[in-house]
């Protein structure tokens, strides 16, 4: 079993930073894809980054590519997601999920992940 505890939410002004952590436990991270996913209101739950498991492969939604880093700390079990010239439309709430398992060709679906947190608000808003 595997917990996963995202923090770092917050209101930030447009073109602002954030950095999001999820951290896991129960099982070393290191062993899971972690990915952040965010769901707006009214939209559906979105791929935004993946930190494949085992090594240092990196993938990103077209949306938050070249503004967003996932990045892993695997001493402390944590990942993160920095957040650079965040912009209105990147309000949603954002989940770090995990699984052990998954294929390449599923890293982006939300459904292929077996691990959860309870995810943290971001809002982007002057």
């Known amino acids: 079993q595997v917990q996963l505890v995202e923090s770092g939410g917050g209101l930030v002004q447009p073109g602002g930073s954030l950095r999001l952590s999820c951290t896991a436990s129960?099982?070393?991270?290191?062993?899971?894809?972690i990915a952040w996913f965010r769901q707006a209101p009214g939209k559906e739950r979105e791929f935004v980054a993946a930190?494949?498991?085992?090594?240092?492969?990196?993938y990103y939604s077209d949306a938050v590519r070249g503004r967003f880093t996932i990045s892993r700390d695997n001493n402390k079990n944590t990942v993160y997601l920095q957040m650079n010239t965040l912009k209105p439309d990147d309000t949603a709430i954002y989940y770090c999920?995990?699984?052990?398992?998954?294929?390449?060709?599923?890293?982006?679906?939300?459904?292929?992940?077996?691990?959860w947190g309870q995810g943290t608000q971001v809002t982007v808003s002057s």
């Open positions: 930190h494949w498991r085992g090594g240092r492969n990196t």
């Open positions: 129960g099982r070393t991270s290191s062993q899971f894809t």
């Open positions: 999920a995990g699984d052990g398992t998954l294929i390449l060709s599923s890293i982006r679906d939300h459904v292929h992940y077996d691990y």
